[in-house]
């Protein structure tokens, strides 16, 4: 077993998982009188009962994409990632996104860093339609060491619009959207192989410098929203961290994937360099595809009209979990 993984990184996919179900197992509390959750925590975003509305809540932050932003000098695009982590897991559930929260924690403000930060938080505001209402900064020497960006997005849809995965049935077909990279997510695992095979200002096939790869802005996919309102369509996925098992939190059927994307040369090259197993890349890494929708056989040429570089990656069976072809992703 190669010891470049995820977990050796200092990501344990499982930990984390058991550590959240702890976290939950104590949330019973439940809101008295109107304006109440609707569903169970555990979805890419949570739901508010808002009369004939739906309103929706998630958050999310930049990660250790962060550190290699330091490394390079170049904070523009990370706001960004932040954006995107947010409003990407609001359109999965055909929830528009509408206002936005950002937090900043740090040890010793900058003013270029904040600036920068600025750019790219208004370009993803932009690319997302929605406003940047307000935000936090704090200044926390002694508990944070260099400088965290996370947020919160709320968003609403009407009640009967919202798409939670429960239609989704065996012989749906699973649509992928192609990713720009890398994303925000298993940076742990990326940075620790760029770091001690190659370097962060090495060129990469004659093109980008590692750094200048792993800083490629996550792609914000707006165009879901119009998908969904013009195809018929069982189930959005935002593949995040954990590769494909964020695919079994939509649905008690399984995900089978016969013919994923040809993942983009960064990830080749890292699963090469890093003498990484197929399947610790598929459960850590988006591996070329970022988003995707779950959609009955008839949808399939309506998508394909309506999203650019789509393709067919596999199907829904009746047996639970993820697959890789024959092999279950756990």
Known sequence: MSKNTYAEAGVDIDLEATAIKALISNLGYKRKGTTKMMGSVGHFAGLIDFGDMALALTTDGVGTKMLVADQ???WSTVGIDCIAMNVNDLYVMNVEPIAFVDYIATDKLSIEKMAQIGIGL???AKQANIDIVG???ASL???VNGLDLAGTCLGMQKKDKIIAGDKIKPGDVIIGVSSTGVHSNGLSLARRVVEKYAGYNKKFKGKKTFGEEL???TRIYSESLKVAASCTVH???HVTGGGLLNFTRLSKYGFRFDTPITPPEIFTW?????????VEMYRTFNMGMGYAYVVPKGSVDCVFKMVKGAHIVGRVVKEPGAWLGKTEIT
């Open 122 to 124: 208004n370009e993803g």
């Open 270 to 278: 890292i699963q090469k360099a890093g003498d990484i197993s197929a």
């Open 135 to 137: 935000g936090e900064t």
């Open 72 to 74: 390079q000098g170049d």
């Open 215 to 217: 800083l490629t802005p």
């Open 141 to 143: 020497k002694g508990l």
């Open 235 to 237: 189930g959005m996925c």
